[in-house]
């Protein structure tokens, strides 16, 4: 199993900026992936970034430019930074890792973007 332990999200103006951590209880490298996922009231969760399993990364279309995914290897911890941050970009974000082809999610923080 792996446990993810998410910090950071809040509440935040419009073009503001908030960084979410995540920490995974296993190496990143033993992970097939890890990154971000959000869900907004009455919408499907969707990608938000994610580090593959050979360390490339993908972005939704919408956040391409104002979010960046970065991981430390070390403490086994993803992040992702958030710029220019939009009222649109309210959600639930969830933390995500695959291994063993089993998805696991973390608790979840809620980021709020008022315009």
């Known amino acids: 199993q792996v446990q993810l332990v998410e910090s950071g999200g809040g509440l935040v103006q419009a073009g503001g900026s908030l960084r979410l951590s995540c920490a995974a209880s296993?190496?990143?490298?033993?992970?097939?992936?890890m990154g971000w996922y959000r869900q907004a009231p009455g919408k499907q969760r969707e990608l938000v970034a994610v580090?593959?399993?050979?360390?490339?990364?993908n972005y939704a279309d919408s956040v391409k430019g104002r979010f960046t995914i970065s991981r430390d290897n070390a403490r086994n911890t993803v992040y992702l930074q958030m710029n220019s941050l939009k009222p649109e970009d309210t959600a639930v974000y969830y933390c995500?890792?695959?291994?063993?082809?089993?998805?696991?999610w973390g608790q979840g923080t809620q980021v709020t973007v008022s315009s």
């Open positions: 580090f593959t399993s050979g360390g490339s990364t």
């Open positions: 296993k190496s990143i490298f033993s992970l097939n992936a």
């Open positions: 995500n890792a695959l291994y063993l082809l089993y998805a696991y």
